[in-house]
Each structure stands twice: as structure tokens, then as C-alpha cells.
């Protein structure tokens, strides 16, 4: 990816939203979250549309967040599997278990490492 990511802005500002403070659509806000959507693979015009109003934009928040976690959790557990079977001697399990992970990945940088993953198999 050529650009740098940091997620801790939008980490923080969705555990601030779900602790019960309203979101305020803010120019810094709106640029944060169209600029995350983008990181996480959320189509630019579905962002631009969700950063028009708070409620769309809170969901717009709730889901860049889901997909960073919920993406560096599987691909976490993916490749510490991966590595297991990879040193029991199984490459082709490891392949399928990275495989299978690209199949469903939408984060662009996590689907990056997947790739670099199955490229250090072979």
C-alpha cells in the first residue's frame, strides 16, 4: 500500500462513540473516516454518501472498525496455523488455509500479507 496507515484515530474515536459520546461530523472526522473507509476496502462513493449524517456515518464508523478487528483477528489465527502446518511439513494446508483467507479478506493491507504469506511457501 502506498500510503501509511495508522487506525488508532478511528480505534479511538469508535470506543468514544460506543462509550455514548455523539459523533460530530466535523471536516477532521469526515476526512478520517473516508480515509479509513478507503483502507478497509468500503467503496469511496458508499463512504461519501455515509459521511453526510451522523447516523450513516456512526454505522460508516462501526463497520471500518469491525473490518479492521475482525480482519487482524482471522488473519492472525490464519497465519499461526498456517506456520504450524507449515513446519509439520503440510505446505499444501497452509496454502489452502491462506487460500481461503484471501477468498474472504476485504482489507487491503491484510489481504497484502496473505499474499506475502503464500509467497514466502513457496
Known amino acids: 500500500m502506498s500510503e ?5 484515530p478511528v480505534r479511538e474515536l469508535a470506543s468514544r462513540v460506543e462509550a455514548g459520546e455523539a459523533l ?5 472526522v469526515r476526512e478520517l473516516l473516508l480515509r479509513t473507509a478507503r ?4 467503496l469511496e462513493s ?4 455515509a459521511v453526510q449524517e451522523v447516523g450513516t456515518a456512526t454505522a460508516l464508523l462501526r463497520e471500518a472498525r ?3 478487528r475482525d480482519g487482524s483477528i482471522r488473519l492472525n489465527i490464519t497465519e499461526m496455523r498456517a506456520r504450524d502446518l507449515e513446519r509439520a511439513g503440510d505446505k499444501a494446508g497452509a496454502r489452502k488455509l491462506l487460500k481461503d483467507l484471501l477468498a ?4 487491503p493491507l491484510y489481504r497484502e500479507q496473505v499474499e506475502l504469506s503464500l509467497e514466502n511457501l513457496d
Open 39 to 42: 483502507q478497509v476496502g468500503i
Open 4 to 8: 501509511d496507515i495508522d487506525w488508532d
Open 24 to 28: 460530530v461530523l466535523t471536516p477532521h
Open 46 to 49: 458508499d463512504a461519501q454518501v
Open 104 to 107: 474472504v479478506e476485504r482489507v
Open 66 to 68: 469491525g473490518r479492521i
